[in-house]
């Protein structure tokens, strides 16, 4: 088997979300073995960690069909000093960035 690279970016954010718990994802999926199980498969894995995200309590809502926009697209304009490390062009990868700032405008 080929062995690729891949780099694990966390981002524990629930900000759009209905419910709490959301946020959680990143830190479960590391605990059930995703890096161990990965590298088990032949892959070489990087863990850049999670992106900093603002947190809901101290936040306002915003409009209610895009709740916390502002703060989401603030998180996604932190993606690319995290892919910097692994892709030349982190825009072309990032297509939920890429639908976030566009809504914006």
């Given amino acids: 088997m080929k062995q690729s690279h891949i780099a694990i970016i966390g981002a524990p954010m629930d900000l ?6 959301v946020d959680m994802g990143p830190s479960a999926l590391r ?4 890096n ?3 590298a088990a498969l032949g892959y070489e894995i990087e863990d850049l ?3 900093i995200v603002d947190q809901p309590e101290s936040l306002p ?3 209610p069909d895009a709740r916390y926009l502002p703060q989401i697209a603030h ?3 932190a993606c690319p000093s995290y892919w910097a490390a692994i892709t030349p062009s982190p825009w072309e990868r990032c297509r939920a960035c890429r639908a ?5 405008n």
């Fill in 36 to 38: 161990e199980t990965l």
């Fill in 16 to 21: 759009g979300a209905g419910r709490r718990g």
């Fill in 61 to 63: 809502i915003g409009k």
């Fill in 75 to 77: 998180t996604c304009s």
């Fill in 31 to 34: 605990l059930a073995g995703l």
């Fill in 49 to 51: 960690g999670n992106v």
């Fill in 100 to 104: 976030i700032f566009a809504r914006l």
